[in-house]
Structure formats: C-alpha cells, structure tokens
C-alpha cells in the first residue's frame, strides 16, 4: 500500500501577538482598540481586532481597576482622585448597594444653573 498526500493545506503561522504587538497596545491605550487593530496589521497582517481588544481589555484595566470587587474598586479609584471628585455618603437601605459621586470642576461650572437633575442606576434582579 503506498500513500500520498497530494492536497496542500494552508501554511501555518503563528496565531500570537508578537511582543511588538503587545508594546504597541501598551503603548496606545488610550486609542480605540479597533484603531489599534487597524494600526497594527499594516505591520502584523495576522493579527485580529478580537486579539486586540483581548490584550487590550487586560492592559487598560491597570489604569482602573484597584480590587476585584467592582464597588471597592471604584471607592478606591474615586478616593485617589480627591482633588476632583466628591464622594456622597448615603442612607443604607437594607438589600442595597449604592455608590455617588460628583465631579468637583463640573459642579462648580454648574452652580446656580442646575434645573433638573438625573439619576442613573443598575440593578441586578434575582429570580429564583
């Protein structure tokens, strides 16, 4: 019996982002992944916009993220920019989790001129 491969299949390549890659991510994060993305396959063809955002979602969360609670995180992050930013204490309410803040600059561009003010909120529902 005698085989023969007589189909060629596609080359392989490496599915990594080069080093290079990931210092100009680091180096942009302040730039929209997707222009990122757009900026590196020039030099890199291979690479996607999903590896990208992927190694971009990890290196901007370095900028921000300060515990792995979400709400801690952002007390943290809130308290470090104290010059700037107002952080309210509110009533708890039982089975309720709340954070307020305010910008200290915008306030005090707004004073005397505020009409109307609006609340944004998340919820979470649980069903059981």
């Not at 085989?3 to 080093?19: A, F, K, R």
């Not at 990122?36 to 901007?60: D, M």
């Not at 803040?101 to 003010?117: D, F, P, R, T």
Request: proline share 3%; with cysteine.
């Amino acid at each position: 019996m005698c085989l023969e491969h007589s189909h060629h299949h596609v080359p392989y390549y490496l599915t990594q982002l080069p080093e290079e890659a990931h210092e100009l991510i680091k180096g942009n994060l302040w730039a929209l992944p997707s222009t990122i993305a757009a900026n590196l396959r020039s030099k890199f063809p291979h690479v996607t916009a999903q590896q990208v955002h992927s190694a971009w979602s990890v290196y901007i969360q370095g900028e921000w993220k300060r515990a792995d609670n979400q709400l801690d995180s952002a007390k943290i992050l809130l308290s470090e920019m104290s010059e700037d930013v107002d952080i309210f204490e509110l009533e708890s309410l039982d089975g309720v989790v709340a954070l307020a803040w305010g910008l200290s600059s915008v306030a005090n561009m707004l004073k005397g001129k505020i009409v109307e003010v609006a609340i944004d909120a998340t919820c979470r529902f649980l069903h059981c």
